[in-house]
């Protein structure tokens, strides 16, 4: 009988340790889980900084081009831009008004915010 007995007890030795690769394979893919989440959340400070330092562009160019500030109203928009942390990548203006257009790198991610400033359109 003791032969009978010990018989289930040697085929579930084979299975010994298969719960522990079973908890890590579960850690690993949470873990990779954690990190492509933060990663993608970490973006959205990047957008918003992005369209800040747009609007502040924007808003230095349309100071220049309307006789607040002396100076180039693009050069202005460049140097506060870059203050913020983005790279300028287009400045545009006529008369009064200001149309920037600013870079932000975040890991993967690239983002591209307009902005405008100068008197109410009519």
């Known amino acids: ?3 009978e007995a010990s018989a289930p007890l040697r085929c579930l030795g084979g299975d010994r340790g298969a719960g522990g690769v079973v908890v890590l394979a579960v850690s690993l893919l949470l873990l990779a889980l954690t990190v492509g989440a ?3 959340l970490a973006a959205f ?3 918003q900084a992005a369209h800040a330092a747009a609007d502040a562009g924007a808003l230095a160019a349309a100071d220049v081009a309307s006789g607040l500030k002396p ?3 693009c050069a202005e928009a460049t ?3 870059a203050a ?3 790279s300028l990548e287009a400045c545009t203006v006529s008369g009064r008004e200001a149309v920037v257009r600013v870079r932000v790198e975040s890991g993967p991610f690239v983002f591209s915010e307009p902005s405008r400033a ?3 359109p009519h």
């Open 1 to 3: 009988m003791s032969a």
């Open 38 to 40: 933060v990663s993608v």
């Open 45 to 47: 400070p990047a957008r």
């Open 71 to 73: 100076g180039d109203p």
């Open 79 to 81: 140097r506060i831009v």
């Open 84 to 86: 913020n942390g983005a």
């Open 118 to 120: 100068g008197p109410p």
